[in-house]
């Protein structure tokens, strides 16, 4: 089945630890998307990426970052710069044509110890 | 970063009723996606909406595009358990070649059997 698969499905991070969240996708999509959803609120861009060995940040890059080796899989790192990372977030994918759908992974949930 | 207007922000109603939401921008869009979020999942598409004045159904769901380009509007007829979820409208420009999506703040549907 094709889709797009993001492990773990829950983290738990210590103070001043970088972890690392995988995102993989057999959709041959170029564009891959990372997303951060806080309760009540709706999806806020991490990082995004159209095409291998590309991306750029979103509105929410600060404590973030992603690598594009693989058209397939687009992992991204919660730094320990990242003072408030408890949250799910969300990876997606897209065709990469303009305003295309974005197929969504099942999240992951980061804590803090 | 720019946001969607999404209303209301939380419904809570009597299983057979129908349901209506809303989003709204101050800015023009090419694309309007409705997606349902179960809790502790990812965002699945519900429909998506491709010309100003387009009115789609998918069983009981049906949305339309705003003839301003400026809204769109998700009703669900008889609402029944399964339909508890967030509910989350997204644009997309088209003209910007980046493939983003900008998502509203979501609808927490509730529905009491």
């Known amino acids: 089945d094709g889709g797009i698969t993001q492990s773990p499905k829950y983290l738990f991070r210590k103070e001043g630890q970088n972890v690392t969240l995988s995102c993989e996708q057999n959709l041959n999509h170029d564009a891959m998307y990372w997303y951060r959803q806080d309760p009540g609120q709706g999806l806020r861009l991490i990082y995004y990426s159209q095409i291998v060995n590309d991306f ?5 890059a600060e404590g973030y970052s992603v690598s594009r080796e693989k058209k397939e899989s687009f992992p991204l790192t919660v730094t320990s ?18 305003a295309g759908i974005q197929y969504f992974g099942a ?6 110890l | 970063g720019q946001q969607l207007n999404q ?17 709204t921008s101050s800015s023009i869009f090419n694309t309007w996606l409705w997606y349902k979020q179960d809790p502790g999942e990812g965002p699945v598409l519900l429909i998506a909406l491709y010309k100003a004045g387009e009115l789609t159904s998918n069983g009981r769901l049906t949305a339309q595009f705003g003839i301003t380009r400026k809204d769109s509007f998700l009703n669900i007829s008889a609402s029944i358990p399964s339909d508890v979820g967030i509910y989350f409208c997204a644009g997309g420009h088209g003209s910007s ?17």
């Open chain 1, 107 to 112: 999240g992951t949930r980061l804590s803090v």
């Open chain 2, 97 to 113: 070649n980046t493939g983003k999506l900008i998502f509203g703040q979501g609808t927490t549907l509730q529905v009491k059997p």
């Open chain 1, 81 to 98: 710069a990242q003072k408030n990372p408890t949250a799910f977030y969300l990876c997606a994918s897209s065709i990469g044509e303009l």
């Open chain 1, 56 to 60: 750029q940040k979103g509105d929410i």
């Open chain 2, 7 to 23: 209303s209301p922000q939380s419904m809570f109603i009597q299983e057979g009723e129908d349901v209506s939401m809303n989003c």
